[in-house]
Nanobody
């Protein structure tokens, strides 16, 4: 059974930092595209960041414009874990954050249960 389990969410003041982790089990995700998404209250789920194996390195990384320069996606294949380092957090970053995995960006087969991030002003 494939599982993605997020952790690291919590309450932080504006300007602070958090690191989210997404641990995968049940299969190896080393060549899978891994992404982070967020869903704010009353809004649709939206893309945050993705990291894709290019065949040589994790060179294909993309970010939503709203987080570019503040968030960093990375992964540790040995731990089958993907991370989202979030800095300079803003109240508008408050949302449930989900990780996802799939064969290509935009084709995610697996989703985690989400972790709440709340940024206070």
């Amino acid at each position: 059974q494939v599982q993605l389990v997020e952790s690291g969410g919590g309450l932080v003041q504006a300007g602070g930092s958090l690191r989210l982790s997404c641990a995968a089990s049940g299969r190896t995700f080393s060549t899978y595209a891994m992404g982070w998404f967020l869903q704010a209250p009353g809004k649709e789920r939206e893309f945050v960041a993705a990291i894709v194996w290019s065949g040589i390195s994790w060179s294909d990384i993309s970010y939503a414009g709203s987080v570019k320069g503040r968030f960093t996606i990375s992964r540790d294949n040995a731990k089958n874990t993907v991370y989202l380092q979030m800095a300079s957090l803003k109240p508008e970053d408050t949302a449930v954050y989900y990780c996802a995995g799939g064969p290509t960006v935009g084709s995610y087969d697996y989703w985690g249960q989400g972790t709440q991030v709340t940024v206070s002003s």
